[in-house]
């Protein structure tokens, strides 16, 4: 952003849409932060999408510097070096980031870590508000018709996070079968990637890489796990369930 | 044979500033002792109890059916060594000489060594680990990355040294910095009279 034309060409931006001055500090010069929610419908050069609260609004179950760091830091090197990949590769050009995600044993392993790194979190920012949430009734019934019970449910995704072993994610999909189902990936591996065995859509996801919690909860993985729940935006859940079965 | 978490080598604030009391507390008496007591559950009745941690390591690694108790072995292993690997006023480039002029050798010097072992920490994606190792077969030094548990041992070689990259190693004290934390290893934490014991012991080699 030093030269003058780029410099030009944002504040033209700028002076046509004045009501996203809040997002100022995340926008490069031709091209706006996207929501967390929109980003695998983004290509490159990717961006850092904004959080959709303050650092400090999940406080039941994370703390304020957890959440900077791992957005401004963590989040952001993904973007960045998936961004690196972009700059190398032709064939990545233009490509979406779902288009990326669904192809991605079609390319070096930097592509694989980061792209997933980029979709898991901008999708895990948008699964958490402080607001209090329900689920859909249809959710809710997907649900108990595989775990019998939503607190049942609740433990053996516990459970699965717990004992994923190292970095890595804990997710509910939707199987092709359309039933939800608690899948496990290593490091920055997602459901929807051509290399994940056990597949599906992600309708929900958890971080359970030590930089997620390790500030407030140290070793007990566990305790974050549960406590995850004060956080989570099942309004959000519902709709990606209701999306993911059509 | 039951195993048990060893002692620290050195009280928990010798490493500081380097490493603080408060992660060795979680590294040593949260991480390493869950390692020990998951190995004891999960290897009674494998019919590996019996054998010494090594053995019971590397024939876990090749059951794919005991990646579980594998995992567990592993870092039971990894971590025992890497307590050693560590002590109050280490680091630097001051090596003991045989180890030195092989290191000159196979990986262009300390310098050399210093930039692959700090690059191979930096560049393992997720939890793991960066070493210096042994291969076996060569008796040729080499810098070695593995992800979460495992090590240069199963792979057939010898770990002389070895730098957990795991988030709960760093974290308190350098946050998402992991390259800042591998530069304080080399430059302030290493200890190279183990490692230079290591060496002369030459290769470790587990039948499974
Ligand atoms: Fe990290
Ligand atoms: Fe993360
Ligand atoms: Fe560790």
Redesign the interface.
């Known amino acids: 952003m030093n030269s003058l034309i780029s410099k030009r060409t944002f504040l033209s931006y700028l002076a046509a849409t004045p009501l996203v001055i809040g997002a100022l500090q995340f926008i490069s010069p031709v091209k706006f932060a996207h929501a967390a929610a929109d980003a695998p419908k983004t290509s490159g050069p990717f961006t850092l999408p904004k959080l959709p609260y303050a650092t400090n609004a999940l406080e039941k179950a994370i703390d304020a510097q957890t959440m900077e760091i791992h957005h401004g830091k963590h989040h952001q090197a993904y973007v960045d070096k998936l961004n690196e990949e972009v700059a190398k590769d032709p064939a990545l050009k233009g490509k979406m980031l779902d288009e990326i995600i669904g192809e991605v044993s079609k390319y070096p392993a930097a592509v694989r870590n980061n792209a997933g790194g980029h979709w898991n979190h901008s999708f895990f920012w948008n699964l958490m508000t402080p607001e209090p949430t329900t689920m859909s009734d249809e959710l809710k019934q997907a649900i108990e018709d595989s775990y019998g019970t939503v607190e049942e449910f609740k433990k053996q995704f516990e459970e699965a996070g717990t004992k994923q072993f190292g970095s890595g994610w804990v997710w509910l999909v939707v199987t092709s079968e359309i039933t939800v189902e608690i899948v496990t990936t290593p490091n920055q591996d997602n459901p929807l990637m051509d290399v994940v065995e056990l597949g599906g859509t992600p309708i929900l996801g958890n971080d359970v890489w030590e930089h997620a919690y390790y500030l407030r909860y140290f070793n007990k993985r566990a305790d974050y796990l549960k406590s995850w729940w004060n956080v989570v935006n099942w309004k959000v859940v519902s709709e990606n369930y209701a999306k993911a079965k059509l | 044979m039951a195993f048990t978490l060893p002692e620290l080598p050195y009280a928990y604030d010798a490493l500081g500033p380097y490493m603080s009391k408060e992660t060795l507390e ?1 590294h040593h008496d ?2 390493h002792q ?1 390692y020990v007591t998951k190995a004891n559950e999960l290897i009674a009745g494998t019919g590996l109890e019996n054998l010494s941690l090594e053995e019971a390591m590397v024939a876990a690694f090749k059951d794919k059916s005991k990646a ?1 108790l594998f ?1 567990q072995l592993g870092q039971h292993f990894n971590h025992i060594h890497f307590w050693h690997w560590m002590k109050k006023g280490g680091g630097g480039n001051k090596l003991p000489g045989k180890l030195e002029a092989q290191i000159t050798k196979d990986l262009e010097g300390f310098e050399g060594f210093k930039k692959k072992f700090i690059e191979a920490g930096t560049t393992q ?4 680990w960066a070493w210096l190792a042994m291969d076996n077969a060569s008796g040729k030094l080499e810098i070695v990355k593995t ?3 495992e090590n240069p041992v199963v792979l057939g070689k010898t770990a002389l040294l070895g730098v957990d990259v ?3 190693s760093y ?2 004290d350098y ?2 910095a992991r390259p800042k934390y591998l530069e304080a290893f080399v430059d302030s934490l290493i200890n190279w009279d183990y490692v230079a014991e290591l060496y002369e012991k030459g290769p470790m080699k587990i039948a499974a």
């Open positions: 979680f949260k991480h869950a579980g995992n994606f997720g939890s793991g992800p979460n548990g795991w988030e709960h974290y308190i946050r998402n």
